[in-house]
């Protein structure tokens, strides 16, 4: 390694040199100046701090290098030198990250210093200048060139893997591994990662498949974090200045003064509590000198409210110099904006934050307002930014202080408490290198919140990497058009998932003895004088679960007949409802119909001239049709003259046999009643001698405690029987179902194409032959439902644009419930089901509507829509490479069509 000790330049405290080693000193100094780490010194806007020094000397010596550091902390920089290395070498670099939004950000960044003719940009649907010597790409991207254009890395002497952590992210997660792995080990990798407690465990794997490689860690801070607590309108510490894990007494009085969790008189204070408004956070912390901050709101909704609730206030934090500044940039943005979807945008809310200094930042808004909000953040004009939790990952917006407006998140299933890992990401935005002293980060507190708790978490630096690792289809296709299965099975055998099961089957082997004699004392305590009672209770089991088995399966079947059944419902239809607010008949006088995502359900006019607005938990059952009458143009319900003849007109229907009393709604389900299982169990409970015991509820509560903890051990076993060839007992599951559907080695290079969390669904739909069927707008409105995640379940029917778009999308639904069930049988994750919820936007968007037009009467924000339609321009871009090739010229005008306006521009 190159020995850094030249750089030294603190020798008060030395004694003074002789001649021949002050000549040395110059000598070596000297000799360091002019190798590549020595000039890249002279040009750092920064002096380089110890770890930054020790991970690009090691660089410089040729080997790996992983590193480990807060956020801000400068990891960045040893990228950028890997980068000069490639540089000096006349080898390329690929500087991979997690997000577009990062690849965005780098290839401005890099493209600054090094010319834009030498940076080009890969991320999926966009491409520029890909054989430039330093590319930025997102990781999928080098995944996909790895497995299909190994030409274009004959050159490649550098790769940086940024925000590698990212590895254990559920979705993205494997595409890191398979990286680490297939990259060839004559190409120098960099990876680097927030603080992990359990670097030392990544490190021993990154050796184990990549050779030598250097561990360079920090926990330590450029700029220095104090962490506070805002307890209503008065900023606490959290800890003593003496002692950094010691809460504040002074904090610990006022929140037991203002209710506490564990007060005595927390009830009534607690309600008596009130927290501070987001206007009188932003007060506070400009009265403190605290600004610019970042308020992390954990709710899209949350953080428009809150630019909403500061314009109310009128509060002006910007200078009449920062507002033409703001104005200027405005004008350059309005410019790429149309008219009509300026509303839509909420561009003219937008428009009087930024001037006023705030700004919310969230997924739901184009990547245009995002980026103009980082820009004027990043100068200092916009003073404070309401975000989610977004904009901690990577994006480069360092504030003086960050606050947390709640400690607990919704995580898709439920409300959580986030966890000592994202509390550190979030709080690692405090603090500008060069601008402040300090940072700070504010908690606003609730009498909900635990201060120790709060404590851990702030005190807790780091959180454990572990792999999210497993076989994909495509990549099980990849693998098998280069290899055997054997051998591909010893390829996968090296993940980092597969190092973290070997290692923990010591510790799982523990707990199953532990629980065994657990269960053991259970058994004597159930034991019963009539019989087996755990026979006995293996049936009750079996009963339960039976029954509520059956019970969703029903729920579900209704719902969805439910909603069936109300769409189609017309104007003039005449129905019965299954609900005691309507006696006899009523008329349809408004369809169902959705609009900002909210599913409004028909309007009736009942026999008794009432007008009723269907609420959703009033239907429970589906209605169907008895019969139309003809509802008078211009009708309208509030008129009371209107509603009689509406009236007069059914009367006359149902007398003359018009309207059939007897309708009723046919479900393309099947709905069954309580199944002769249940009944057959039943008689075996009710006949077993266990039964009649008196002490059978006291034997039953032994019996559900011992239950539970098998259940445990169960698994825990199956998972140790499987640890040692965890990976490859889920390779051969993927194969299995592959061949199920005729995917053999030989036939899958469409599959090796194909990438996604719906890969092999895109894959069968083509075989199918299903795209070959359709225009431009349903290409694009097909390729979404394999990309699209609806955010939340809503009772929402969405009907496609056009019969051959229906068709298709049915199809493909049959499809994936055979590939659905065969995943069930062989224990494989499920593929997710498509989802038509971007349907009539993306056609709308093809045919040429306005971004206005296009989501009329749907809940997708623009900033979502944006990015839906890129990813389905990234499938539309896959597709075209594997699809018959008159079809593939439909695909490639749908991109041009696509690829216009916001989603260009962005």
Not at 109 to 117: I, K, R
Request: net charge negative; charged share 25%; hydrophobic share 40%.
């Amino acid at each position: 390694m190159t020995d850094p000790t030249p750089l030294s330049t603190d020798t008060s405290a030395e004694e003074p040199l002789s001649p021949s080693a002050a000549y040395a000193d110059f000598k070596a100094r000297a000799e360091f100046a002019r190798t590549p780490l020595g000039q890249f010194m002279e040009r750092t806007e920064f002096a380089l701090d110890d770890f930054q020094i020790e991970a690009c000397s090691h660089l410089q010596d040729g080997e790996d290098v992983l590193v480990t550091a807060p956020t801000g902390a400068g990891k960045t920089l040893i990228a950028e030198f890997a980068v000069e290395l490639a540089r000096g070498e006349g080898k390329r670099v690929f500087y991979t990250t997690p997000i577009k939004a990062l690849s965005n950000q780098k290839f401005n960044d890099l493209a600054e210093v090094h010319g834009s003719e030498n940076v080009g940009l890969l991320t999926g649907d966009t491409s520029i200048r890909r054989d430039a010597p330093i590319i930025v790409m997102t990781t999928e991207v080098l995944r996909n060139m790895l497995y299909n254009d190994v030409s274009g890395l004959s050159d490649l002497g550098f790769v940086v893997l940024d925000e590698v952590h990212y590895l254990a992210d559920r979705f993205r997660g494997p595409v890191w591994e398979e990286v680490i792995i297939h990259l060839p080990d004559r190409v120098q990798m960099v990876s680097l990662s927030a603080t992990v407690s359990n670097v030392e465990e990544f490190g021993a794997w990154l050796r184990e498949v990549r050779g030598p490689t250097t561990i360079v860690s920090t926990t330590h801070r450029p700029v220095p974090l104090v962490n506070h607590v805002l307890v209503g309108h008065r900023m606490y510490d959290l800890f003593t200045h003496s002692d950094s894990d010691r809460i504040d007494p002074a904090l610990n009085h006022a929140t037991r003064t203002h209710g506490g969790p564990r007060s005595k008189r927390a009830r009534a204070t607690r309600a008596r509590f009130r927290r501070p408004s987001r206007t009188q956070v932003v007060a506070s912390l400009a009265e403190a000198a605290m600004l610019p901050a970042i308020m992390f709101i954990f709710s899209r909704n949350g953080c428009d409210e809150a630019v909403e609730q500061y314009l109310s206030t009128g509060t002006d934090l910007n200078s009449r110099e920062e507002k033409t500044i703001v104005n200027a940039a405005l004008e350059s943005l309005r410019d790429d904006l149309a008219d009509e979807d300026l509303g839509i945008l909420g561009y003219h809310t937008f428009r009087e934050g930024l001037l006023l200094g705030v700004a919310a930042h969230h997924a739901g808004m184009i990547p245009q307002f995002k980026q103009l909000v980082e820009e004027l953040f990043s100068q200092g004009i916009i003073k404070v930014v309401f975000a989610t939790e977004t904009l901690a990952l990577g994006i480069n917006m360092p504030a003086r202080t960050v606050v947390l407006e709640k400690l607990v998140k919704f995580n898709g299933e439920a409300h959580v408490m986030i966890t000592p890992g994202e509390y550190t990401q979030l709080t690692g935005r405090a603090g500008r290198r060069g601008i402040d002293r300090i940072g700070h980060s504010v908690v606003v507190w609730h009498p909900t919140i635990e201060v120790s708790e709060l404590a851990a978490l702030a005190s807790n630096r780091s959180y454990a990497l572990n792999s999210a690792f497993g076989p994909t289809y495509n990549m099980t296709a990849n693998l098998l058009s280069r290899m055997s299965s054997d051998e591909a099975a010893k390829v996968l055998e090296t993940s980092f998932a597969q190092f973290q099961a070997d290692k923990a089957v010591v510790g799982l082997a523990r707990k199953v003895r532990k629980n065994e004699a657990t269960i053991e004392a259970y058994e004597k305590s159930m034991h019963c004088d009539r019989g087996d009672f755990s026979e006995y209770a293996g049936l009750r089991r079996a009963i339960s679960d039976t029954q509520k088995q059956e019970t969703r399966t029903k729920s579900r079947n209704r719902q969805r007949d439910i909603v069936e059944s109300l769409t189609a419902l017309k104007i003039g239809d005449v129905v019965t409802m299954p609900a005691k607010r309507v006696g006899g008949r009523a008329v349809i006088i408004s369809p169902m119909s959705s609009k900002d995502g909210v599913s409004r359900l028909p309007t009736v006019l009942t026999e008794q001239g009432k007008v009723w607005h269907l609420r959703p938990h009033e239907v429970t059952e589906p209605v169907a049709s008895q019969g139309r009458v003809r509802v008078p143009k211009k009708f309208n319900h509030r008129q009371a003259g209107d509603r009689r003849q509406l009236l007069s007109i059914l009367e006359a229907a149902v007398a003359d046999g018009r309207v059939d009393a007897e309708a009723h709604w046919e479900s393309t389900r099947e709905h069954q009643g309580e199944s002769t299982t249940v009944a057959e169990l039943q008689a075996q409970m009710r006949a077993h001698p266990c039964h009649d015991c008196p002490d059978r509820e006291l034997h039953a509560r032994w019996a559900n405690r011992a239950d539970k903890l098998i259940r445990e051990n169960d698994s825990l076993i199956a998972r140790i029987e499987g640890r040692t060839t965890s990976i490859a007992l889920v390779f051969d599951r993927v194969q299995d179902v592959l061949r199920g559907l005729g995917f053999d080695p030989e036939h899958s290079t469409m599959l090796r194409r194909i990438y996604g969390e719906r890969d092999l669904l895109v894959a069968l739909t083509i075989r199918a032959g299903l795209w070959d069927r359709l225009n431009e707008p349903e290409l694009a409105a097909f390729a979404s439902i394999f990309v699209f995640q609806s955010r939340r379940d809503t009772l929402t029917a969405h009907r496609a644009p056009s019969a051959d778009l229906k068709a298709v999308c049915d199809e493909s639904e049959t499809i994936w419930r055979r590939l659905f069930h065969l995943e069930e049988q062989h224990a494989l994750t499920t593929t997710d089901e498509p989802d038509r919820g971007l349907i009539r936007p993306m056609y709308r968007w093809t045919e040429g509507k306005t971004l206005s037009e296009s989501l009329r009467g749907s809940d997708i924000a623009a900033g979502d829509f944006v990015r839906w339609a890129k990813q389905s321009l990234d499938l539309l871009g896959q597709v075209a490479e594997v699809i018959d090739a008159e079809t593939a010229v439909r695909v490639r005008r749908t991109i041009e069509a696509i690829r216009r306006g916001v989603v260009a521009d962005s």
